[in-house]
């Protein structure tokens, strides 16, 4: 028969990572959205608009209507980085992708993933354009969560890292057009990553647990 000991010394041994891990963000007021409006500048002509708004569960809708990107060098990875864009419009000025809680671009599960790594937990841009909806479980709306976007930015890249296109999020009030589209959209994500929300709320609840105990 194996001792609680081992078991728990097997568990703390396996959660390592998970301890570090971004917690799932329920805090998102849904009074105000924020925006990424993308406009052509230099070699680009990348437009569009990459939208955060409050999914019902309180996490993130996130938006992402982008078009004019190049027909080579994809595709296209995006994230939130950790300062908006300078005025001279240099997207190097950015810096790295929020990352509040120290994850990494090599992690296997969302949660383990930078908290502003977009495309790492939802996928690069396929092709010349996107038009794509997700729930974001580990960024927030509330600006007193370390996983707030609110005044970051949005930074698209080619396939080699370099940075094309970049854009502040900036609030913006939610309309009652803006509500009624956000409840479907939300509703439609949600249900469609229903199942991977569950497994990472179980690996949570056993993490945190053996957290606590070690």
């Known amino acids: 028969m194996v001792s609680t000991q081992k078991v728990l010394g097997a568990l703390a041994l396996s959660?390592?990572?998970?301890?570090?891990?971004?917690?799932?963000s329920t805090d998102s007021p849904d009074d105000f959205k924020y925006v990424a409006t993308f406009e052509?500048?230099?070699?680009y002509d990348v437009t569009g608009t990459v939208s955060f708004s409050a999914a019902q569960n309180g996490s993130v809708l996130v938006s992402v209507d982008l078009s004019g990107l190049p027909s080579t060098g994809g595709p296209f990875p995006y994230h939130v980085h950790e300062h908006p864009v300078?005025?001279?419009?240099n997207c190097t000025g950015t810096l790295a992708h929020l990352n509040p809680f120290g994850g990494s671009v090599n992690a296997t599960d969302a949660a383990?993933?930078?908290?502003g790594d977009l495309a790492g937990k939802h996928g690069n841009i396929e092709g010349q354009s996107a038009d794509l909806s997700y729930v974001d479980?580990?960024?927030?709306l509330n600006p007193d969560n370390k996983?707030?976007?609110?005044?970051?930015?949005?930074v698209?890249?080619?396939?080699?890292?370099?940075?094309?296109?970049?854009?502040?999020?900036?609030r913006e009030p939610v309309t009652s057009a803006d509500a009624n589209v956000t409840n479907t959209t939300s509703v439609e994500a949600q249900n469609a990553a229903g199942s991977n929300m569950v497994a990472v709320g179980l690996t949570g609840m056993v993490a945190a647990a053996v957290c606590l105990l070690v």
């Open 137 to 140: 479980d580990y960024l927030s």
């Open 86 to 89: 300078p005025t001279d419009g």
């Open 40 to 43: 052509p500048a230099g070699n």
């Open 15 to 24: 959660s390592v990572a998970i301890c570090g891990e971004a917690p799932i």
């Open 156 to 170: 698209v890249h080619l396939l080699d890292n370099t940075r094309i296109a970049c854009a502040n999020i900036t």
């Open 112 to 115: 383990g993933k930078e908290v």
């Open 147 to 154: 996983a707030y976007i609110g005044g970051l930015s949005v």
